[in-house]
């Protein structure tokens, strides 16, 4: 039976609502999560190669807190300016995970990383349950709209950044305590791909009597890091008596 122009035009209609209410929005809320798994990747590679957390996890959350408050502004300047704008907050936002998971086992180190990373966990999963009830709050009770949850968490974001690059000056104060078994650890020989820089000879090894012997060699894969000589001084003036 032959379709009549009517038809045929009721069923172009019909596909192109399908087109702009069904498939369009489900391929642009894609488009931030893309960018940012593909940020995350790019910035925890460079993170690894730089052996760096502060700068880049600073660096993430200043780029997504700037544009978090660039929001309103660029949304009543255009849509579109809008929408690119959230996709960048997404990309620094998620770019920032990585570093700041490895800051915060970096500042933990020792037997405090046993309270410091479930802390963190938890207070990212409250913040994710609470935040969207209370930014839902403000913005029944607001007559701007989104306007104040996006300047709040844009500035909150941003002075995360600038705390973080702080941090990075109080680093000092965050080493294990000296004498303790992870005072002399270097944090990177623990992230993986790390292992197979070249083994340089640590100096500072000790030598046994008169033989002329290290009291150890840097293990395969170790970075200047003598895994097998006694690091309290009384053990290793009692080998030396032994021998």
């Given at each position: 039976m032959p379709v009549s122009k009517a038809q045929a035009a009721a069923a172009a209609a019909t596909s192109h609502d399908k087109l702009r209410t069904v498939i369009l929005p489900v391929l642009l809320a894609a488009i931030p999560y893309t960018a940012g798994a593909v940020a995350a990747w790019f910035v925890a590679a460079s993170s690894q190669k730089r052996q760096e957390v502060y700068?880049?996890?600073?660096?993430?959350?200043?780029?997504?807190?700037?544009?978090?408050?660039?929001?309103?502004?660029?949304?009543k300047a255009a849509v579109a300016g809008g929408f690119v704008c959230l996709v960048l907050v997404a990309a620094g936002g998620s770019a920032a995970v990585s570093p700041k998971t490895a800051l915060v086992a970096h500042a933990c180190r020792g037997p405090s990383q046993v309270v410091g990373?479930?802390?963190?966990?938890?207070?990212?999963?409250?913040?994710?349950?609470?935040?969207?009830?209370?930014a839902g709050a403000i913005v029944q009770r607001s007559s701007s709209g989104f306007t104040v949850v996006a300047y709040a968490l844009g500035a909150m974001i941003a002075l995360c950044g600038v705390l973080t690059i702080i941090l990075k000056f109080l680093e000092k104060f965050m080493k294990p305590p000296v004498g303790s078994a992870d005072a002399n650890d270097n944090f990177w020989d623990d992230v993986p791909g790390q292992q197979g820089l070249p083994v340089v000879?640590?100096?500072?090894?000790?030598?046994?009597?008169?033989?002329?012997?290290?009291?150890?060699?840097?293990?395969?894969?170790?970075?200047?890091?003598?895994?097998?000589?006694?690091?309290?001084?009384?053990a290793c003036a009692a080998v030396q008596d032994q021998a």
């Open positions: 700068f880049h996890a600073s660096a993430s959350m200043l780029f997504a807190g700037v544009f978090f408050l660039l929001f309103p502004v660029l949304t990373m479930p802390v963190y966990s938890s207070i990212s999963v409250i913040g994710g349950v609470i935040g969207p009830f209370a000879q640590d100096t500072s090894d000790v030598l046994l009597g008169s033989s002329g012997a290290t009291a150890g060699a840097a293990a395969p894969g170790v970075v200047g890091k003598n895994t097998d000589a006694p690091t309290d001084v009384t």
